[in-house]
């Protein structure tokens, strides 16, 4: 599984170059179970790019593993697609050389052969080195010489992927994109006598299929710009989908990959893993804190690299290897971590995750690997549960939630385990408080002194403290000074980051001087608005007439909080101050939050906002549509009135200053009691 997010920098690689006859690119006929389709004729004044007369795309499960053909005959029409001529071919050399069938170029009734004259260049790098990635893909190119507007280019290749990991447990997905070129396009599935899987598919590529004895295909003419339901989850957008699978379910898949970690985590009698093991259980002697000594042992010593030369695209390596050579993808670093915590007696298991947020729906899914692309630990320690990821920052401690929200996971264990769903809830600490202090004591026209803390959670903060946490001090205020001084920041005097491990945030504080933005409002009067004291107010929940109107709405997890306290001059008096109205709204599932107070010579605000329904039903969606008319999306506007103004009530909000709580506390006010009430009864 591969791991997104955490790169290595400052790698290079040259690639070597080889004739495509030197490494193994091979010609061939096509093969008997990918017969292309009958060619779709151009229409009259056919415009656009190209018009594809066919396109064939076939997978092909044999006790090989899998292989997939692509055949495509295009007529060219513009000038911009004559880059159809760079035809480029990646493949796995574990899995065997690609096979091409044609490369002819097609004009006034002649076919001209391309591979008579040209061949492929065959160019090894690791392309995705930045993302410090070795994947060991070849990757052949060939430039069709000489090609022309009007001309017809036709290709035909099969390539394999044969995962030794796999066995002859075959999956995937066929789909088709939403938005094709006009012309003629085929998906099909074939398999060997006796090697049929599991097949499903979409409602729209049901109706299109043509089912045979060992093969299943499905034809489109001229198909359709497929638009998803408009704003509703992941699992109801896949569209002209199929998928296939040889695992029977979730728990074969479970068992099959179970295994494979166990031996990658044994650590060998003689290994020096054994010493630090023993190291960390004699620094400390709570279960939790071996397990995070351990943890950032794995996270901080070995370097993250995804690994997946030869078989390593599924296979881990194993804990000794990873720590012999200090680098390690998501699975190497997974049986690191799992074979310092059998050795420190803590009970730890595999969990294989979906980082990309795209794992709504994996229950009515077939089971297929592929949809998994992260590999991280969860283990029982003092009667709970902990997340352990080894690909993420050493400041990541293990946490009773993981880092992200995953909706479905897979635990892989011996005996097989099913697909568990994770329970979503609104988040309890806000994902991001923005802390403005402004102190404007030296009068109206004088600049204000600033002090502006950010503390971010999640994903969001471990990106921040890793990129930032590397600078000097001195890199640190030079590069803020140059990002923020400008028509709003003057100066900028100070600038401290650091991570709470106890938050579970990145915390970044920059201190210097503004110029306020006071608007004159005549007669000695000032007002102004405070900064994130604003909201914008929320879109209507609709979609087109020819969509399903009944599907649910999505809304994306979100928890903000921003938190401004000014000291007004000191030539004021705090009975001339006002502010503008607050709120607690609910709309569309999500809480909008705003309160003001006026105490000890300053003004408060408090804005808070948090999804508290990741979904919400159509019927509720289209009642809320009618109440964005009186959605308050004023800004957090203050005033003073030197002739006089209302003192605040006694039954006022009671609003903590910048400077009153610890903001990284987990019981921080930025929601309204009631609000909090609201979300924990549903």
């Known amino acids: 599984m591969r791991k997104t997010g955490w790169a290595l920098l400052g790698l290079a690689l040259a690639h070597v170059s080889a004739k495509a006859e030197e490494t193994g690119v091979k010609r061939g006929p096509t093969p008997d179970w990918a017969v292309p389709s009958a060619l779709m004729p151009v229409p009259e004044g056919a415009s656009g790019l190209l018009f594809v007369r066919r396109q064939d795309i076939v997978a092909h499960l044999d006790d090989r593993g899998q292989a997939q053909y692509l055949g495509y005959r295009m007529r060219i029409l513009h000038p911009n697609a004559l880059q159809l001529g760079n035809i480029s071919i990646a493949w796995n050399p574990v899995s065997g050389p690609p096979v091409v069938h044609m490369i002819n170029v097609h004009r006034d009734g002649a076919t001209i052969d391309v591979l008579k004259n040209a061949s492929f260049e065959i160019l090894r790098r690791e392309g995705q080195l930045e993302a410090a990635m070795l994947d060991g893909i070849l990757t052949a190119v ?85 638009t998803p339901p408009k704003g509703t989850p992941t699992r109801y957008q896949w569209q002209r989908i199929v998928e296939y699978s040889d695992f029977a379910d979730w728990a074969a898949v479970s068992r099959h990959f179970a295994p494979l970690y166990v031996e990658a985590a044994r650590i060998s009698g003689k290994s020096p893993l054994k010493a630090e093991a023993q190291r960390i259980a004699s620094a400390h002697t709570r279960p939790l804190d071996r397990a995070a000594a351990a943890l950032k042992l794995v996270q901080q010593d070995v370097h993250y690299i995804y690994v997946g030369l030869g078989n390593g695209n599924l296979t881990p390596a194993t804990a000794d290897e990873t720590w012999q050579r200090r680098y390690g993808d998501c ?211 609709m979609r087109p007439d020819d969509q399903d109107q009944t599907l649910p709405f999505a809304n994306k997890p979100e928890f903000s909080c921003a ?109 309204s009691p009631a609000a909090i009430n609201r979300a924990a009864a549903r």
């Open 331 to 541: 699975k190497g670093k997974t049986a690191l971590l799992l074979g310092l915590l059998a050795e420190l007696g803590i009970r730890a298991e595999a969990v294989v995750v979906n980082n990309q947020g795209h794992d709504d729906g994996f229950d009515e899914r077939l089971p297929n690997p592929g949809l998994f692309d992260h590999v991280l630990v969860r283990a029982q320690i003092d009667g709970k549960t902990y997340w352990l990821d080894g690909t993420l920052p050493p400041v990541a401690a293990p946490a009773l939630d993981p880092v992200i929200d995953y909706r479905w996971v897979l635990p892989l264990s011996l005996r097989g385990s099913a697909l568990e769903k994770r329970k979503w809830r609104p988040a309890d600490r806000p994902d991001e408080i923005t802390l403005f202090e402004i102190d404007a004591r030296a009068g109206f026209d004088q600049p204000a002194r600033i002090r502006n803390t950010t503390i971010t959670r999640g994903i969001a903060g471990l990106q921040q403290y890793a990129q930032l946490s590397g600078l000097s001090a001195d890199q640190l205020l030079t590069g803020m000074r140059q990002q923020l001084v400008g028509s709003t920041w003057q100066t900028v005097e100070d600038v401290k980051l650091r991570y709470d491990p106890k938050a579970g945030a990145s915390v970044l504080t920059v201190v210097g001087a503004w110029e306020v933005d006071w608007d004159d409002d005549g007669d000695g009067g000032r007002s102004l608005a405070l900064p994130g004291g604003g909201f914008s107010p929320p879109e209507k929940r």
């Open 142 to 226: 060939l430039r069709v010489p000489d090609l022309r507007v009007g001309d017809e280019l036709e290709v035909g290749l099969t390539t394999r992927s044969n995962d030794p990991t796999l066995a002859k447990n075959d999956s995937g997905m066929l789909f088709l994109l939403p938005s094709p070129q006009p012309g003629r396009f085929r998906l099909g599935l074939s398999w060997d006598k006796g090697a049929k899987p599991a097949i499903r598919m979409t409602p729209d590529m049901a109706a299109v299929a043509q089912t045979g004895e060992q093969r299943v295909d499905f034809l489109f003419d001229n198909p359709a710009t497929l």
């Open 563 to 671: 938190v401004t306290t000014l000291r007004f001059p000191s030539t004021t008096d705090a009975a001339n101050w006002t502010y503008k109205s607050g709120f607690d709204t609910s709309i569309f599932g999500q809480n909008y939050y705003r309160a003001f107070d006026v105490r000890d010579g300053s003004i408060r605000m408090i804005r808070g906002f948090r999804v508290d329904q990741i979904e919400i039903d159509a019927a509720s969606a289209l009642q809320d549509n009618d109440r964005i008319a009186a959605f308050d999306n004023s800004k957090g506007w203050i005033f003073y009135e030197p002739t006089g103004g209302a003192s605040p009530s006694p039954v006022r909000t009671l609003v903590p200053a910048t400077y009153d709580i610890d903001w990284t506390a987990a019981d921080v006010p930025c929601l």
